[in-house]
């Protein structure tokens, strides 16, 4: 291990993508809490969320320019938007057309899970389809060149802004679950949705805001990835599973739990990926996932919370 | 899609309940016999047809650089039609194998099975002609690739297949060569993608350095979106130098993650990462002053090339040609000198026994070949990215001059 400088500097990376992967995991982790399911089209809800806040940015920003200050700032929050607004409308549209239909008719879980295979497979190759098969970059919004320096790590303020938004969203998230009527209603309905329901939570628009949260937390955790590492339609796979594994990590169906899972993930793979070899990263993820549920089998914060919808 | 199905005659069609049914199943067969690439011996004016097979990535990733050498072949095929008083027409039939290996058999296996194929160019990565051409070997059927570089693959036995691209050895020499005497580096950070490709460039460059005298670290890695801890390790590491031997949505993200933790050192890549889609995927402000090395000229920028220019242009409705066009022009022009001289009589056999003896001045060099099917004599070009463009530095033998 090189010097104090690496260590904060891949603690930094680490964070970095942690966060990302904590506001993934938060769509996996609320769509647990209330319907006790894991929603496996979620990855392609954070794909389309990066495409919709790619597309804004783009039809703002000419090809080539690299816009400055509170311009750059301007068109971080259009693209986030954007994207938020992309993934809410596809997670409103999964929740419409692949899981609603089966709770009507109260089908098996198992329906549920191919149900959401067959949408993500529909998303993934429409996408590919639409936006082409190529990476897609995401107009360069800061200069790469303008370095921070914290404890000798050297951070870009894009990593800066994509950090700090991810941070912000994560807090607004808990404020909303932990704090807010509406958070009291989605906990209630995780709960028992059935008490819940007698005692007035109207149970259809909660699953529906669970998903659009999700869905908007996921669009713009899209949009934040592909300023990094570019959008494409293969984009989802690998950080919704990740993501998955977060909330796992951290108990699923439990808010904080899944940021801390994401945070913890981060972290570990930026350090593996250093210590042993980057082409290993997923290996040490998920080596430390198994390790973990072999002792804590309900994951690091998980309690059950509640019994099936 | 093999076999031929069958156009309805027109006026068989029952009038009645069944008409839009037979509407549609003649609508269908006829997209269908569209669709199929396979022709008859002849086509409608009668003249003899030959098809020439095209392999390579046409989807996936790098697709860009399929692309470009499939505009190349169509561009020569197009001009031999034209202009080529060939008492035959020539046709292109296209195979993808999206530049993975697993689907290298199969694309070859579509050219194969079609009888009236009688060359192809391609495959257009090293890993899937690995993967192809035992199976074109077998059935003796010519495969040309314009962009093939991995060294081994002239060296395992394979009987039916030549390459109009010089092999990474010589991309490699040429590349440690440039680092040891214009970049002055003083420790070169050797990395790739463990691919067929990656591992045989990465290998020459490596030879190269030791012969140089300039220190190395060798890595791999396999693509990966994240090269944020990669780019940590190097800037731990102190060299000065990165050369990276992989494919260009790699080759982005990589510069991306190290421009974005500052390194100052000079970043390079081969060939697989020359287009311009490197540029787009990186940011013009990462990629700017990015160095990449390549057995190819730059035909935008050559005289003598600029005749194969307005014409590539003129066939792919105003594109550039781009890397890898020329040299499948050039194997495709190749293959047509053997036919012209093989005449109507042509079969596989012929074509792949008189291959061997070409000799003419192509747009990127002279077509000649060594006994292996290597071809002679080769310079490497060094490529730079100026005001977010790719600009031809020079030949590395020119550029090391004092």
Redesign the interface.
């Known amino acids: 291990m ?2 104090a400088e ?1 260590i904060s ?2 603690t930094i ?1 680490g964070l ?2 942690g966060a990302l992967y904590a506001v993934i995991a938060l769509g996996y982790t609320l769509v647990y809490g209330v319907l006790q399911l894991i929603n496996f089209a979620h990855s392609e809800v954070f794909m389309l969320g990066a495409f919709g806040g790619l597309f804004a940015s783009r039809a703002l920003v000419p090809a ?1 320019a ?1 816009p400055s200050g509170l311009t750059s700032a301007g068109l971080v929050l259009f693209g986030l938007v954007a994207g938020a607004l992309a993934g809410a409308a596809a997670a409103y549209a999964l929740e419409r057309c692949a899981y609603r239909p089966l709770r009507r008719r109260g089908a098996p879980r198992l329906a549920y899970l191919i149900s959401a295979i067959g949408a993500s497979l529909f998303a993934f190759n429409l996408a590919g389809k639409e936006f082409g ?5 995401v107009p ?1 919004l800061f ?3 303008t ?1 921070v320096t914290v404890f000798g790590a ?1 951070i ?1 303020t ?2 800066l802004v994509i950090a700090g938004t991810a941070l912000a969203m994560l807090l607004a998230v808990d404020h909303l679950v932990a704090g807010t009527r509406l958070g009291q209603s989605v906990r209630a309905v995780a709960q028992d949705a059935e008490c819940a329901g007698l005692m007035g939570v109207d149970v259809q628009k909660v699953i529906v805001v669970t998903f659009v949260l999700g869905g908007l937390l996921a669009g713009a955790g899209g949009f934040l990835y592909a300023m ?3 959008a ?1 339609y ?2 989802g796979f ?1 950080p919704g599973i990740k993501a998955f594994t977060a909330a796992v990590l951290g108990g699923i169906g439990n808010v904080r739990g899944a940021v801390l899972g994401g945070l913890l993930l981060g972290l570990v ?3 593996g ?2 210590l042993f ?3 290993y ?1 997923n290996v040490i993820a998920f080596t430390m996932l198994v390790l973990v549920l072999l002792v804590r089998p309900s994951g690091l914060l998980g309690t059950r919370l509640g019994r099936p919808a | 899609m093999t076999g031929s199905p069958r156009t309805p005659r027109p006026g068989t069609r029952r009038a009645g309940v069944l008409r839009p049914v037979a509407g549609v199943v003649a609508g269908l067969a006829m997209v269908g016999a569209a669709l199929t690439a396979c022709g008859g011996d002849s086509n409608e004016s009668g003249t003899k047809e030959f098809l020439i097979g095209f392999q390579g990535p046409l989807s996936g990733e790098n697709q860009q650089l399929g692309i470009n050498a499939y505009n190349g072949v169509l561009t020569a095929i197009d001009l031999a039609n034209r202009t080529g008083g060939l008492p035959f027409t020539l046709r292109i039939v296209a195979s993808d194998d999206q530049g993975v290996p697993e689907q290298g058999p199969t694309a070859a296996q579509k050219l194969i099975d079609n009888p009236d194929v009688v060359a192809v160019v391609g495959p257009v990565f090293s890993a899937p002609t690995k993967a192809s051409e035992p199976l074109y070997s077998q059935t003796g059927l010519l495969s040309v690739s314009p962009s093939a570089t991995n060294p081994k693959l002239t060296d395992l036995g394979f009987t039916s297949f030549y390459r109009v691209i010089a092999p990474d050895t010589v991309q490699g020499a040429g590349a440690a060569e440039y680092l040891a005497k214009v970049v002055k580096a003083k420790r070169v950070y050797s990395l790739d993608d463990r691919s067929e490709y990656g591992t045989g460039l990465s290998g020459a460059v490596e030879l190269g350095l030791k012969q140089a005298g300039v220190a190395y670290a060798h890595d791999g890695i396999n693509p990966t979106k994240d090269y944020t801890s990669q780019a940590t390790k190097i800037m731990a590491d102190g060299a000065d130098a990165v050369y990276y031997s992989g494919y260009y949505s790699d080759f982005a993200l990589l510069t991306k993650a190290l421009r974005s933790k500052g390194y100052d050192g000079a970043i390079l890549s081969g060939d697989g990462s020359n287009d311009d889609q490197y540029i787009r995927q990186a940011g013009a402000a990462n990629a700017e002053g990015t160095l990449i090395t390549c057995p190819c000229s730059d035909a935008n920028t050559d005289p003598a090339a600029a005749g194969f220019v307005s014409e590539y242009k003129k066939v792919n409705s105003g594109l550039k040609p781009g890397t890898y066009s020329g040299e499948a022009y050039d194997a495709t022009n190749a293959i047509v000198s053997v036919l012209r001289k093989l005449g109507t009589g042509a079969s596989r056999e012929s074509v792949l026994a008189d291959f061997g003896s070409v000799d003419f001045p192509g747009v990127t060099k002279r077509i000649r070949f060594e006994r292996n099917g290597d071809v002679r004599g080769s310079t490497v070009y060094v490529y730079e990215v100026k005001d977010g463009q790719r600009v031809v530095l020079g030949p590395v033998s020119s550029l090391v001059k004092p």
């Open positions: 090189g010097s690496q500097q891949l990376d970095m993508v080539g690299t098969r190529q990476s897609v970059p360069d200069t790469n060149g370095v050297e870009s894009q990593s990094t590492f570019n494409s293969t984009m690998v793979e930026s350090f990926g250093y070899d980057a082409s990263k």
